[in-house]
């Protein structure tokens, strides 16, 4: 199955700073990657997503790279503001039919200092 | 527009008691159903996914079951919880394809 790995675990970033949180993915069948934000005690709401025809999506201050051949993707955040403090999850989803499930990294708890 | 319902908010059950969490998704037909568990400080764990009535997978061996009565109805159960068992469930639901999954706003159950 597939695996994904996600760093760092922790994040502290002055305001105003950019941020940026790294996942590797295992199988390389995974063709769909989405980036989840978690504020506390709510579900994950996704904040972006690539698909593995793009190697670069931006959102305004939120980008994702996709690299296949390493089967690595990142999240960057730019001008990063208190309110993007949250738990950033970084997924990776297998195309097939009936496998079409997400496959999560463990999570990055980043902190906004004012 | 589709909205996905999960409940209850929070849940305190003894060790040994019955558990059954419902979850419930609207404006959409034949979703994929999901149910995760968040444990503290970690990630999410797939437990269950579903792609029709009465299809479960189950992905990790566990205390749990999962059944899909209804199109858009997916419900988490134990006959017998554990304290293990704590944790932060979470109902998801995506399209088949290649689109993103939603997640409800999820279930805190403390096994006491």
């Known amino acids: 199955g597939e695996n994904v790995e996600q760093h760092p675990s922790t994040l502290s970033v002055q305001e105003g700073d950019s941020a940026v949180i790294k996942c590797t993915y295992s199988d390389s069948a995974s063709n769909y990657f989405p980036w989840y934000k978690q504020e506390l005690g709510k579900g994950p709401q996704l904040i972006i997503d690539i698909r593995s025809n793009v190697g670069e999506k931006k959102d305004q201050r939120i980008a994702v790279t996709l690299n296949k051949t390493a089967k690595h993707f990142s999240l960057h955040i730019t001008e990063t503001q208190p309110e993007d403090s949250a738990v950033y999850f970084c997924?990776?989803?297998?195309?097939?039919?009936?496998?079409?499930?997400?496959?999560f990294g463990t999570g990055t708890r980043l902190t906004i200092i004012p | 527009s589709q909205t996905i319902h999960q409940w209850p908010a929070t849940l305190v059950q003894p060790v040994g008691s019955p558990l059954s969490l419902e979850c419930t998704v609207e404006g959409t037909s034949n979703p994929n159903l999901y149910w995760y568990r968040q444990a503290a400080g970690r990630g999410l764990q797939l437990l269950f996914y579903s792609v029709g009535i009465g299809q479960i997978s189950s992905e990790v061996p566990q205390n749990l079951s999962a059944s899909r009565p209804q199109d858009r109805q997916f419900i988490l159960s134990s006959k017998k919880l554990l304290l293990s068992d704590s944790g932060f469930y979470l109902c998801?639901?995506?399209?088949?394809?290649?689109?993103?999954?939603?997640f409800g706003q999820g279930t805190r159950l403390t096994v006491v």
């Open positions: 997924a990776a989803r297998l195309g097939n039919f009936g496998n079409e499930k997400l496959t």
């Open positions: 998801a639901w995506s399209v088949e394809g290649y689109t993103e999954a939603f």
